[in-house]
């Protein structure tokens, strides 16, 4: 098994209190264009929830795993389709004077290295996505 680390960021206007409460609540991510459902099948917004989520890329099953409000959201993929290892991902909120930098880290397992720089690729792309609709929607309020 190959692990590839991605990691994107975003800059959003908005005070960290605000952007971290958008992520925390994650059905917000349908705002993505490519994220077709978001939703919380045990528990809500706490550690050990968890949550589905279909994308253009598939469907997942994740496990919230720890939460710092206003700090950071832990989670990993427990299904998926297409199957994927992911054990550790976290968003990260710092703030930054009355802004916030969101730092999104993802570990994703696959069989060849081949598979994992295209599962990253990916996975870029997917989660930019969702970072420029909470932008765009955190900056208009």
């Given at each position: 098994?190959?692990?590839?680390?991605?990691?994107i960021s975003q800059i959003i206007n908005r005070p960290i209190s605000k952007v971290f409460e958008w992520f925390y609540h994650s059905e917000n991510f349908i705002t993505s264009p490519i994220v077709f459902k978001s939703n919380w099948v045990e528990g809500k917004w706490d550690k050990n929830s968890e949550r589905e989520i279909i994308m253009l890329a598939g469907w997942y099953h994740e496990k919230i795993t720890a939460i710092k409000k206003d700090n950071f959201i832990h989670y990993r993929v427990q299904k998926s389709f297409p199957n994927v290892k992911q054990d550790f991902t976290e968003i990260k909120f710092l703030p930054i004077h009355n802004t916030t930098k969101v730092i999104w880290t993802i570990e994703i397992g696959m069989p060849t290295q081949f598979l994992a720089n295209i599962a990253g690729q990916i996975a870029k792309t997917l989660y930019a996505t969702i970072m420029t609709a909470a932008k765009r929607k955190l900056e208009k309020q």
């Open positions: 098994m190959v692990t590839k680390k991605v990691q």
